[in-house]
């Protein structure tokens, strides 16, 4: 069935850039997401790509989607005390069933 | 304001007890979801549905009941609640396709079953 794959830490410094990676299997994505959790809180949504895009940049988050390998980063510039959370990438597919497949979440710490 | 709301957000309750978690929109959202997340885990979906009167089982398995009479209102029950109850509850809505289809979530329900 579909998956969704991350690594479960990442810990940076303030002012580094953090990149966030996630593997997926389905192939007929139709969009694949990025969403922020903090603590106690529900989830975010920070960024999206549409399946037919290589790369999104908002601000300070870059997207990339290398559709052939089915890897998809974030891109955190400039990484904030404020940006620990944990990030969850999901992907769903239009039409059908609506039902996101969600990643098992990177927990970031940013370091002072 | 469009929001997404969750009631309570933290119950603590006795094995047994019947519980309702309550979970409501006001952006027009036909579609709506429950996840259930223990802390800093990933999210499984339990229950999702596409519309009024519309309810389906999700992808964990789970004990819990759902309904939706109507299109804002998509309470959770647990008849008879047991300590491995004990998680986040997480409700989300969508529009459905469209641009993005994004889900938006609520705070959570934070349930712990003595």
């Known amino acids: 069935g579909e998956d969704v794959e991350q690594s479960l830490f990442l810990s940076v410094r303030e002012g580094d850039s953090s990149v966030i990676n996630c593997t997926y299997t389905d192939s007929s994505s139709t969009y694949l997401y990025w969403y922020k959790q903090e603590p106690g809180a529900g989830l975010q949504l920070l960024t999206y790509?549409?399946?037919?895009?290589d790369m999104k940049q908002d601000q300070r988050l870059t997207v990339l989607l290398n559709k052939k390998d089915k890897h998809l980063s974030l891109r955190i510039a400039d990484t904030q005390t404020g940006d620990s959370a944990i990030y969850f990438c999901a992907e769903s597919t239009l039409g059908g069933t609506y039902k996101y497949i969600f990643g098992t979440g990177t927990r970031l710490k940013v370091l002072a | 304001e469009a929001d997404i709301y969750q009631t309570p957000r933290y119950l603590v309750i006795g094995t047994g007890k019947k519980i309702t978690l309550e979970c409501s929109q006001t952006?027009?959202?036909?579609?709506m979801y429950w996840y259930q997340q223990d802390p800093g885990m990933e999210l499984h979906l339990i229950h999702y549905?596409?519309?009024?009167?519309?309810?389906e089982k999700g992808d964990l398995s789970s004990e819990s009941t759902v309904s939706r009479i109507r299109t804002e209102h998509f309470p959770l029950t647990l008849e008879s609640a047991r300590p491995s109850h004990t998680s986040q509850y997480l409700c989300?809505?969508?529009?459905?396709?469209?641009?993005?289809?994004?889900?938006?979530f609520g705070p959570g329900t934070r349930l712990t079953v003595l």
């Open positions: 790509i549409f399946s037919n895009m």
């Open positions: 952006m027009g959202h036909d579609k």
């Open positions: 989300a809505s969508s529009r459905g396709g469209g641009e993005k289809n994004e889900q938006f």
């Open positions: 549905s596409y519309g009024v009167n519309s309810t």
